[in-house]
């Protein structure tokens, strides 16, 4: 057996803080999480409310936490940053950087002060969030262009018809495709062609707005979402893109393979059962415009 003595001992050397908080947000008791490469100092917390050391929006969050495990009685598990708009980081010691834990609550079966309390074990998993991000940008990028790749599209595509159907909030979408890439692998090699594949992903990312979408969509194949955007506005961005394209890319050009591209643009109709159908209209618009001769821009 280990004496009480020990047990405390115990539980200030847990690694990560374990708090004892009431419904009201009174911080009862704290234990553990003494690194201060990855956790704040809770030293003077006993006594004071979260609404005390956290900003209103975020203590807010965290007294609604506590309700729910309270309420439901089960193991409640969230995941939060704290940074230094949350809390004023300077002034404690410890990390001084944005954190973030993953905080495990559980209703605790006593009252103190009349008060029910949980315990929330906070374990900092900032270097894990971090390489989710990366994981999850990674997944979302083309690698050759550093553009969106296809599943990020259709996905952010979905999220832009819904706002369309709902709110009748417009959304252009460009597709466009490089003319002659295949004679140009063959006469200036692969590593070429690559070369202007990459020029389009930087062309693309000094062209466009934050809220654009750009994506390659596949081979030589390129989509650009221009939400908050009309037919017609789409169409003057995509013939500017076509003069800056032709433009840039005509160091590749040689004397019998001009480099250029087609496009094609169409704007979300109430007609268009899905994004897809968008998506297909741009693709018959793309087709016309190099059914037509190529380097020029055909409305869907
Ligand atoms: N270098 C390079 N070539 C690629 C890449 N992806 C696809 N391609 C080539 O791009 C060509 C695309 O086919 P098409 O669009 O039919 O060829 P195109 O010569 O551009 O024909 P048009 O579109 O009608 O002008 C194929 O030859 C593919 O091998 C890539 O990542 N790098």
């Given at each position: 057996m280990i004496s009480i003595e020990q047990m405390a001992i115990v539980l200030d050397t847990l690694p990560d803080p374990a708090f004892i908080l009431s419904r009201s947000g009174k911080y009862i008791a704290v234990f553990g999480g003494r690194d201060a490469r990855y956790y704040h100092s809770s030293d003077g917390l006993?006594?004071?409310?979260?609404?005390?050391?956290?900003?209103?929006?975020?203590?807010?969050?965290?007294?609604?936490?506590?309700?729910?495990?309270?309420?439901?009685?089960?193991?409640?598990?969230?995941?939060?940053?704290?940074?230094?708009?949350?809390?004023?980081?300077?002034?404690?010691?410890?990390p001084k950087h944005s954190l973030w834990f993953e905080g495990r609550i559980q209703r605790l079966d006593f009252l103190v002060d009349g008060?029910?309390?949980?315990?929330?074990?906070?374990?900092?998993?900032?270097?894990?969030?971090?390489?989710?991000?990366?994981l999850r940008t990674l997944s979302d990028t083309d690698q050759l262009t550093g553009l969106f790749n296809r599943r990020k599209l259709e996905r952010d595509l979905a999220l832009h018809y819904d706002a369309f159907e709902r709110y009748a909030v417009p959304a252009s979408i460009l597709m466009f495709d490089l003319d002659n890439l295949k004679k140009i692998n063959d006469t200036l090699g692969h590593?070429?062609?690559?070369?202007?594949?990459?020029?389009?992903?930087?062309?693309?990312?000094?062209?466009?707005?934050?809220t654009d979408i750009a994506c390659r969509f596949g081979g030589d194949e390129f989509v650009i979402g221009l939400p908050n955007i009309?037919?017609?506005?789409?169409?003057?961005?995509a013939n500017r893109l076509r003069k800056h394209f032709k433009l840039e890319l005509n160091r590749f050009s040689t004397e019998d393979i001009p480099i250029s591209i087609s496009i094609g643009v169409v704007t979300m109709e109430p007609a268009d059962?899905?994004?897809?159908?968008?998506?297909?209209?741009?693709d018959d618009a793309l087709y016309e415009a190099k059914r037509s001769g190529k380097d020029q821009v055909r409305l869907g």
């Open positions: 006993v006594g004071l409310r979260i609404t005390d050391i956290v900003e209103n929006e975020k203590a807010d969050w965290f007294l609604e936490q506590i309700e729910l495990a309270l309420d439901s009685g089960q193991l409640l598990i969230k995941e939060y940053e704290l940074n230094s708009l949350d809390i004023n980081i300077e002034s404690i010691d410890g008060e029910a309390v949980v315990l929330w074990v906070a374990s900092n998993i900032s270097e894990r969030h971090e390489l989710e991000i990366k590593y070429s062609g690559d070369e202007i594949i990459r020029t389009i992903g930087d062309i693309c990312r000094s062209e466009l707005r934050k009309n037919l017609k506005d789409a169409v003057t961005f059962r899905s994004y897809e159908e968008t998506l297909r209209r741009a």
